[in-house]
């Protein structure tokens, strides 16, 4: 009788601690609290509002410039095609994607001088720290969370996000108001998928989840040695979807479906 308490208990413990570890890693799953930075930059990019995809898509078909849409049409869902839905979410990848290789570029040379055991000046201490804030990274100002840094900061791979959203929307017909598939922990602790007033915002919250959350830190570990690369990054993404054994095979499945081989170097 004592040793079979002895082996429940140890059965107890070795799923216990499994689980406590998933929960310490999913409750960092959170949506940000920092604003979308886009529609208040000096670009005065302005977004675009369609009552119809008909316009959208007219829209889209004689603009040389990149159109920013508010959301998408109520009825996007039935007459929008995977095509469209890729055109309407890649000025936002590709605008932030800017943002962050800039800010990626002031953290390399700051980093350099800090590997070279050089002095900051105020200006750059202050940078560092601003950056560290911004992507949740706690620690001094020094080589070590320098590069814990630069994992954060990186881009997110075109193909990759078109990938995932195209997977989390069965191709552009469901979770519009959210389609990059964000989940958070509500007011009642549980993990639901969350809902966004417009298209930024819903991008927004994922690439922060993807840049800061622990839940994705194998994801930013395989992208900081992959140099950025798209299809060779989907198999680190199961995080995303961390209860579905095939999701990666999904998603690989996918990127080939829709030939997003030509979004790598975008």
Known sequence: MKYRLIFIMVCCVLGVVPYLIYQKHMQSLTAPDVVPELFQTTEHVEPTAFATTQAMAEAFQVSDKPIYILSFPTDFDKAGTPELFVQA???YVQWYNRQI??????LIAIANKLWAHLPLTQAESDRFAQLANLYGERGDIDPGTAYHLLEKINVIPPAVALTVALQETEGGKKYLDAPFGV????????????AYPDLEQAYYAWLYQL??????AAFRAERQQERGRGYSL?????SLSPHDG????????????YQLISFEEQ
């Open 211 to 216: 840049n800061t959350a622990d839940a994705h």
């Open 246 to 257: 095939q999701y990666t095979d999904k998603l690989a499945k996918t990127y080939k479906q």
């Open 234 to 238: 989907l198999s680190a993404l199961r």
């Open 89 to 91: 979410l890649l000025p």
């Open 183 to 194: 989940f958070v922990w509500d007011e009642n602790n549980r993990y639901v998928r969350a």
């Open 101 to 106: 290789s800039a800010e990626r570029q002031e």
